[in-house]
């Protein structure tokens, strides 16, 4: 549970103003189908993040050992000051419309755009940590629903009013706070 629980949390405030956000709102502007959209974010978000929670599960029994436990935590602090780099959505990333309709456009755009993305990093790292893939998967799956579903019916009036600043610093004073806590709880510092 805690593995869902964090992966959730993680994911759910790293994804605020993130591309594949501004993605979900280019999508619910351009479509105006909010269901097929949502519906393509979470089929699209299910596949990428089981294919990271794999790989993070199976490096961390892989690579076991001190040295990667210290990567781990370095990687969570990495992520909390990257997460304060606010994303740019270029005009070039936009899916086409006339050729898939939304559901497909979406399952083919979310996944492209979540490659290398920090929340796919993260979820990478969560599963490393926990070494756990359907809590991680399922988790980070959940915490970008929380993050894009309410962005495809709001759009951006939701991102005119939310504070990106603020959200930004949450979510990186919390990736920075379990990549600390790991790392002194690798380095024996705590009971």
């Known amino acids: 549970m805690?593995?869902?629980?964090?992966?959730?949390?993680?994911?759910?405030?790293?994804?605020?103003?993130?591309?594949?956000?501004?993605?979900?709102?280019?999508?619910?502007?351009?479509?105006?189908?909010?269901?097929?959209?949502?519906?393509?974010?979470?089929?699209?978000?299910?596949?990428?993040?089981?294919?990271?929670?794999?790989?993070?599960?199976?490096?961390?029994?892989?690579?076991?050992?001190?040295w990667f436990r210290y990567l781990v935590a370095a990687s969570f602090i990495v992520m909390g000051l990257w997460t304060l780099i606010p994303d740019k959505f270029d005009e070039d990333d936009e899916p086409k419309p006339g050729r898939f309709g939304p559901f497909l456009a979406t399952v083919i755009a979310f996944f492209l755009v979540e490659m290398g993305d920090k929340t796919q990093i993260a979820t990478v790292a969560l599963a490393a940590r926990f070494e756990s893939v359907i809590p991680v998967m399922l988790g980070t799956t959940l915490g970008m629903m929380i993050a894009n579903a309410p962005a495809v019916f709001l759009g951006n009036a939701l991102i005119e009013r939310v504070p990106m600043r603020v959200v930004h610093m949450i979510a990186a004073l919390l990736f920075v706070a379990i990549g600390l806590w790991l790392l002194v709880q690798t380095a024996g510092w705590l009971g």
């Open 2 to 66: 805690e593995a869902f629980l964090t992966s959730s949390a993680v994911v759910a405030l790293a994804e605020v103003g993130d591309k594949t956000q501004l993605l979900a709102i280019v999508l619910a502007t351009r479509f105006k189908k909010p269901w097929p959209i949502v519906a393509g974010i979470f089929v699209a978000t299910l596949a990428n993040h089981f294919l990271a929670a794999l790989v993070g599960e199976q490096a961390a029994a892989f690579l076991d050992g001190l």
